[in-house]
């Protein structure tokens, strides 16, 4: 199924600016000599690999399915998506500690401030631009719920991850920005080494958050809960039904939905009937989630369907 064309736009965009930055930061860095500058130049290196797995990702969850993957191949995003959250903190966070770490036990006063300050600006334009791209397709996804609740809830980790790498590539260039000019106002080049840290801490706090989300995603979770709903407010009212009992689906990618119905069916309904039944409560789902890619029902009574969610800890 094929992925909506805003989450692709989100990344390129990202990708992008991220790249060109990269390249802005590394030659201030190496023409100024800053650490902040040169730990700014390494965070964007690793956000513009970290947007090619991303689409890399979209890419493969594009595949139909097969023999192979019955269900899809939606979860190839949540796994490079979980990757990506790795490089952030190896690469990104690590490198900058380290870097931070040696200019502060060996500190050297950095040269070409007007370099850095216009690459910093300019790289503020970039990142700020990739961000707005990223919050317009996330407001326009996450409905009535605060962004937080969006964001532990959303199922496309696309353009989630680019925000939060936006948002912590903003901090970055404010904490470089600060650490520079204050090391030179001060002539403490040892707040250089500091802004690196500082740097360090961000991308390592973005790592923690982004591999919470997509490891929920990577190992199963539910989807929303208003596709369970709907599949029990059509199941109740199909008259070969005589009662519903639950719904528990699982989220196989942004766009790929399966669900298992547990229901009661009158006594004196035949084969056929049933598998008509069961045809039209997916067909009705199907019109308002077309995520949903196949229903499975599991004949029970209430009171079995109780006792084993009883059995899971769950007695409702």
């Known amino acids: 199924m094929a992925k909506p064309s805003g989450s692709r736009l989100v990344v390129y965009a990202a990708l992008v600016g991220n790249l060109c930055?990269?390249?802005?930061?590394?030659?201030?860095?190496?023409?100024?000599?800053?650490?902040a500058m040169l730990s700014e130049g390494v965070h964007s290196l690793v956000d513009t690999t970290n947007e090619?797995?991303?689409?890399?990702?979209?890419?493969?969850?594009?595949k139909k399915?097969?023999?192979?993957?019955?269900?899809?191949?939606g979860r190839e995003l949540y796994f490079w998506s979980f990757i990506v959250a790795l490089l952030v903190f190896a690469a990104g966070a690590g490198v900058s500690a380290y870097e931070g770490i040696q200019h502060i036990r060996n500190p050297e006063p950095a040269t070409n401030h007007t370099v850095s300050y216009v690459v910093l600006g300019i790289s503020f334009l970039f990142e700020a631009g990739s961000w707005w791209v990223a919050l317009r397709e996330f407001r326009t996804t996450k409905g009535a719920m605060g962004y937080f609740e969006a964001f532990r809830r959303s199922k496309d980790p696309s353009t989630f991850t680019v925000l939060l790498e936006d948002s912590a590539a903003l901090l970055g260039l404010a904490f470089a920005a600060i650490g520079l000019a204050a090391a030179?106002?001060?002539?403490?080049?040892?707040?250089?080494?500091?802004?690196?840290?500082?740097?360090?801490?961000?991308?390592a706090l973005t790592a923690f958050l982004l591999a919470r989300e997509t490891k929920g995603l990577l190992v199963g979770e539910p989807a929303h809960p208003?596709?369970?709903?709907?599949?029990?407010?059509?199941?109740?009212?199909?008259?070969?039904?005589?009662k519903a009992n639950g719904v528990t689906t699982m989220q196989m990618g942004p766009d790929q939905v399966v669900a298992m119905l547990s229901a009661e069916f009158e006594d004196d309904r035949t084969t056929p009937q049933i598998e008509a039944c069961i045809t039209r409560i997916e067909q009705a789902v199907k019109h308002e989630y077309p995520e949903?890619?196949?229903?499975f029902v599991k004949p029970q009574t209430?009171?079995?369907?109780?006792?084993r969610r009883a059995a899971l800890g769950d007695p409702e």
């Open 21 to 35: 930055i990269a390249i802005a930061k590394f030659v201030a860095a190496g023409l100024s000599g800053s650490s």
């Open 52 to 62: 090619l797995l991303l689409l890399y990702g979209l890419h493969r969850a594009d």
């Open 65 to 73: 399915p097969d023999t192979v993957h019955p269900f899809g191949y």
């Open 184 to 203: 030179q106002w001060l002539d403490m080049p040892v707040l250089d080494g500091v802004a690196s840290l500082c740097i360090a801490g961000v991308l």
């Open 226 to 242: 208003s596709v369970a709903r709907r599949i029990m407010a059509v199941a109740n009212t199909d008259a070969d039904l005589r």
């Open 292 to 295: 949903l890619v196949a229903l």
């Open 302 to 307: 209430p009171e079995v369907f109780r006792a």
